[in-house]
C-alpha cells in the first residue's frame, strides 16, 4: 500500500471528496486493478463506490462513447481519513496466524500460480503452507460481471473446509481486493465472514520473511489500523 498520505492526496488531487460517488472499472471485469482501488477507497472510509459489472467491456458492448483525452478536474484537499479503516496484516501477523487453528489463510491466485506450476512474478513458486486456494477469477462469469450471490456461496463453500479458521487472510497483492469484493456482493459486511474477521495481507508471501516470530506470538496489524466500528450486512456493489 501507499502511505495513507499519499493516497488521501492523490484522491483530492483527483477532486474526489466524501460526496464524490465513484465508479471504477478496468478491462478484466474488477479482478484487478479496479477491485483495488475499490478495496482502498472503503479503506478511508469512502463508502459511495462502486465497480462497474462487467468492467471496460460492458462500456463497449452498450455502446458509450470512449476518448483518449485526460480529463481536467479541480482538484481538493486530501481525502479526510486519519487511519486505515480496514483490516490489514504484515508479513509477521500472517506467519504468526498460520499456527493458529482460529485463522485461515486464503490464497486467491490462480490454481497454476497456487500448485507452483507457474509463477510469472515472484521470485519463489507456491503458496504459504496451509493456505487454501480461493481463486479471484472464480467470483466471474466470463463476460466479466460478478457471479450470482448463490454461486458465489457455493464457490466460497466448495474451496472453505468446514469449521475452519474462525477468522480469515488473503494472500496476493491484487486478486485479494477481488475476493473481498466478491464476499461483499454475497452480502458479508466489511470486514467479517459471518463471525470471520478478513484480514488481508500487505504484499505477496511466497517467500521467506526474516527474523520470523515464534508461533505463540499474537497476530497484531500494522501500526496505524484502528478497527473499524461494528457494521450491519450492506447491500451488494
Not at 485526460?70 to 482538484?75: A, E, H
Not at 481525502?79 to 501477523?93: E, Q
Not at 503458496?127 to 460478478?146: R, V
Request: charged share 20%.
Amino acid at each position: 500500500l501507499p502511505s495513507l498520505e499519499s493516497w488521501t492526496a492523490t484522491v483530492g488531487k483527483w477532486g474526489i471528496d466524501p460526496d464524490t460517488r465513484v465508479v471504477i472499472y478496468d478491462d478484466r471485469g474488477g479482478v484487478l486493478a479496479a477491485a483495488r482501488a475499490w478495496w482502498m477507497f472503503r479503506a478511508i472510509g469512502h463508502e459511495n463506490v462502486a465497480l462497474l459489472e462487467g468492467g471496460m467491456q460492458a462500456a463497449l458492448d452498450a455502446g458509450w462513447p470512449t476518448s483518449m483525452t485526460v480529463p481536467q478536474v479541480p482538484t481538493k484537499p486530501h481525502y479526510p481519513a486519519d487511519n486505515w479503516g480496514m483490516p490489514i496484516l504484515d508479513a509477521r501477523g500472517v506467519h504468526a496466524a498460520r499456527g493458529d487453528d482460529a485463522w485461515t489463510i486464503v490464497d486467491v491466485r490462480a490454481p497454476e500460480r497456487y500448485e507452483g506450476k507457474v509463477e510469472p512474478y515472484d521470485p519463489v513458486a507456491g503458496h504459504i503452507a496451509g493456505a487454501i486456494n480461493l481463486p479471484c477469477a472464480d467470483n466471474l462469469n466470463a463476460d466479466g460481471s460478478f457471479k450470482s450471490i448463490d454461486e458465489l456461496r457455493a464457490v466460497r463453500a466448495a474451496a472453505w473446509p468446514s469449521g475452519s479458521g474462525a477468522r480469515t487472510g488473503t494472500s496476493a497483492a491484487d486478486g485479494r481486493d477481488s475476493a473481498m469484493a466478491g464476499l461483499h456482493v454475497q452480502g458479508f459486511p466489511k470486514g467479517s465472514h459471518f463471525r470471520r474477521r478478513a484480514l488481508t495481507t500487505t504484499k505477496t508471501l511466497d517467500r521467506a520473511m526474516a527474523p520470523a516470530p515464534s508461533m505463540g506470538e499474537s497476530c497484531s496489524p500494522v501500526k496505524g489500523y484502528r478497527a473499524p466500528a461494528a457494521t450491519g450486512i450492506r447491500a451488494a456493489l
